[in-house]
């Protein structure tokens, strides 16, 4: 959970907040996310999300492309000495991502926005009808 504000260096790296990194553990999986944003999967929920994708039908062409979409850019890191990861340039141009980011804990998972682009995903929600609107059509 939480929502923490941070930059990415010149080299590409980016700090994890403390408060993710024993989620996190030694290794896990960054990749593409849902929507515009990267997705960093602990091992563990990786792991179930490959179990499940390996029992799709390959004959499928939407399984086809789903695997092409996050398997093909799913990079495995680890934790430097100082709790940052690399984030390869490719993922950094798919997300948008600038020098200001914003790491947003999702329960089984991180996603990494564009400081910008989270601002711009968020606005609908400063309508507190809209929130009222959701939490009743998901039956919370």
């Known amino acids: 959970m939480g929502e923490y504000n941070h930059t990415i260096d010149a080299k590409g790296r980016l700090i994890i907040p403390a408060r993710f990194r024993d989620e996190l553990g030694d290794h896990f999986v960054v990749t593409r996310g849902m929507g515009s944003c990267l997705s960093i999967y602990p091992m563990k929920y990786w792991e179930r999300m ?5 029992t799709l039908p390959v004959t499928d062409k939407k399984v086809r492309d789903f695997k092409r979409y996050i398997v093909s850019a799913a990079t495995e890191c680890e934790l430097d000495k100082m709790g940052r990861i690399l984030l390869p ?23 990494i ?26 039956g919370i």
Not at 50 to 54: A, P
Not at 120 to 137: I, N, R, S, T, V
């Open 89 to 111: 340039q490719s993922l950094r141009r798919f997300a948008g991502l600038s020098k200001e980011v914003v790491l947003v804990g999702q329960l089984e998972l991180i996603e």
């Open 113 to 138: 926005w564009d400081k910008d682009m989270w601002d711009k995903e968020q606005k609908p929600f400063e309508d507190p009808e809209c929130l009222d609107d959701m939490w009743e059509g998901l």
């Open 50 to 54: 490959v179990e499940k994708i390996s």
